[in-house]
């Protein structure tokens, strides 16, 4: 029997809205509404809209959260304020990536954690067994992805439109917060009669644009989304948003990180503290002192034809490598691919070929990302 897949309380919205769905990381999400090409564009030159409700919120508190997180994290909770973010990696004890994540530090004992969609399930069963062994007082774990909805704005407009229809409870407009800090206020947009929504909001996200990511109650995410379409947002879908994150050199779990793969194989050693004992910081530190084998690279290609996950990558007709992602990129007007190669061919400019479904077609190794929007 096939496996059932989790809804997200906007679900019945996205439909109405003519989204086609697909499922993915357990959920049924939209692919895309007008089209993958038009979405890209949009959040690249005006402001889109996602629903990324799949993505967990977990909020772990506690006398002893600061000191667990330092555990299970590549990152320093200790050294993270209050009203920031960060991003980093779970480990497991070989340093391969349990999945990758955002956290913010909400209070001096109390954080808000971003797992992906398909790892939450994964990612509360391991923090479960090092609070068990390691900190069995004085930290908590409490799920709330089931009744919140996260909300994506991002493009260069994004903070203008928010500005207009979000206000932060110190009076600052949204725009006033730096980027991988939060903020939480009172949400009066478009639709919005004689309510008060609250929101929190983390300038943060996943597509290479400026945008803010919030966190609202489930009950409340319907009103908001059509204020935020109302106010111009474009909705946006899965498909739109992998070709950005590609376009902006991000890794996605499953594909550039999983378990077999580490931070600094992907090139992402500068999110690993290396003045810290956490899970699998023996295994990475061993990794930075001698290297790696295989390293990840960015690839360009003429024309439409993107190579996908798994196609291989040759030199002299011989596999030093294969695809982890690709797309056509409507912002460069080319192909675009990310893959892992035997770390004596990760040169800058060298010309690997791709095999694509039986024709060779040739790729330059170019520096990651291979687009950042202008500051």
Known sequence: MAESTLQTTLYSTHLAMGARTVPFGGWDMPVQYSGILAEVNAVRTDVGVFDVSHMGRLYISGTKSTEFLDWVLTGSAQSLAVGRARYCFICNESGGVIDDTIFYRLEQDRFLLIPNAGNRVTVVDWFQRWIAEKFPTGCQIVDRT????????????????????????????????????????????????????????????????????????????????????DAGALPCGLGARDVLRLEAGLPLHGHEIDENTSPIEAGLKRFVRSDKEFVGSAALGHQLEHGVKNTLVGLTLPGRSA?????????????????????????????????????????????????????????????????????
């Not at 260069?156 to 932060?168: F, Q």
């Not at 009172?186 to 300038?203: N, S, T, W």
């Open 146 to 229: 089931m009744d919140t909805a996260l909300i994506a704005v991002q493009g260069p407009r994004a903070a203008g439109l928010l500005d207009a229809c979000c206000l932060l409870d110190s009076g600052a407009p949204l725009s006033s917060l730096r980027m991988f800090s939060w903020g939480e206020g009172i949400f009066a947009g478009e639709g919005v009669i004689d309510r008060k929504l609250r929101f929190f909001a983390g300038r943060t996200g996943y597509t290479g644009e400026d945008g803010f990511e919030l966190v609202v109650a489930s009950g409340d995410a319907e009103t908001i989304w059509k204020s935020l379409v």
């Open 307 to 375: 190579p996908r996950a798994e196609y291989p990558i040759l030199d002299q007709g011989q596999q030093v490598g294969q695809i982890t992602s690709g797309s056509y990129s409507p912002t460069l007007d080319t192909s675009i691919a990310m893959g892992y190669v035997l770390e004596r061919h990760a040169i800058l400019g060298q010309t690997l070929d791709i095999d694509i479904r039986g024709r060779i077609s040739p790729g330059k190794v170019v520096p990651l990302p291979f687009y950042s929007r202008a500051k």
